[in-house]
Structures are given as C-alpha cells and as structure tokens.
C-alpha cells in the first residue's frame, strides 16, 4: 500500500514536470518573454524582413544558424524522448526503484537543458545579425 502512495506521488510529480515542459517548449502558460525586446525568434525577424530590410547576406547567415540549429536541437529531443519513456518504463515496476527513475529523469532535465542552451545561443547568434535599426524595429512590433 505505501509502495502505490509513493508511486501515485512520483508518478503525480512526473506529470506536473512534463506539463510545465510542454506548456514551456510551447510558450503557454503563465511564464512571460524574459528576452522581449531583447533577443528576437527566427520566425518574427523572417515575418517582417521586409521591413527590416534584411540584406542577402543576413538572410543566408540566419538560415544556415536555424538549420544547424535545428539539427543540434532534433538530436537532443531524442534524448530527452528515449529518457522519458524509460521514466515510465520505470514507473511500471514494483517496487518503484526510485534511485533508477530520478537518474533518468535527470538524463531527461540534462537533455532538455541542452535544448534550452542552443536555442538560446541561436537567439544570441540572430541577435548580432541584426543592426541597430533592425532590433529598434522589432522592439517596436513586440
């Protein structure tokens, strides 16, 4: 009976992590922009190049910056997937072997960090593609 308590409850605490991620991947939730006006998204610069008159160069640099991007980050979602289903994997033993399941939730957290690591270094990387005038504009549309 106290072994399916600490299940329930690990298995309660799992979720509300795996909800915050996916609220927080997918920018729901109660959180708000920390980088607003400061760093700006691929998808928001390539929406008003127009405006911003992005040069051939500046479009080239940014393309090659998401796609490298992009694949750095697609290898570390790997991890974090194949991390995650062993969690629940885990969590259909009894006992629940607890020191097994937050070492893989720790791979998960380490994994997800990465992703979090290059999708801000791409920020900083589209950041100094920009000139003044380009960020003062996107300022403005945020």
Same mark, same amino acid.
């Given at each position: 009976? +106290?072994?399916?308590?600490?299940?329930?409850?690990?298995?309660?605490? !799992?979720?509300?992590?795996?909800?915050?991620?996916?609220?927080?991947?997918?920018?729901?939730?109660?959180?708000? &922009?920390?980088?607003?006006?400061? !760093?700006?998204?691929?998808?928001?610069?390539?929406?008003?190049?127009?405006?911003?008159?992005?040069?051939? &160069?500046?479009?080239?640099?940014? +393309?090659?910056?998401?796609?490298?991007?992009?694949?750095?980050?697609? #290898?570390?979602?790997? &991890?974090? +997937?194949?991390?995650?289903?062993?969690?629940?994997?885990?969590? &259909?033993?009894?006992?629940?072997?607890?020191?097994?399941?937050? #070492?893989?939730?720790?791979?998960?957290?380490?994994?997800?960090?990465?992703?979090?690591? !290059?999708?801000?270094?791409?920020? /900083?990387?589209? +950041?100094? /593609? !920009?000139?003044?005038?380009?960020?003062?504009?996107?300022?403005?549309?945020?």
């Amino acid at each position: 009976m +106290r072994q399916g308590i600490k299940k329930s409850r690990l298995l309660a605490g !799992l979720c509300v992590v795996f909800i915050a991620t996916a609220a927080f991947a997918q920018g729901q939730g109660p959180q708000r &922009d920390v980088f607003k006006g400061k !760093l700006f998204p691929p998808n928001i610069i390539l929406e008003h190049q127009d405006e911003l008159e992005l040069t051939r &160069d500046q479009f080239t640099a940014i +393309r090659a910056a998401v796609v490298e991007t992009q694949g750095s980050v697609a #290898e570390h979602e790997w &991890d974090l +997937r194949e991390a995650y289903q062993q969690v629940m994997s885990d969590l &259909d033993e009894v006992p629940v072997d607890e020191d097994k399941v937050m #070492e893989n939730v720790q791979k998960a957290l380490l994994a997800e960090n990465e992703v979090k690591k !290059l999708q801000v270094r791409l920020l /900083l990387e589209l +950041r100094n /593609l !920009l000139t003044d005038e380009q960020m003062k504009y996107l300022q403005s549309v945020q």
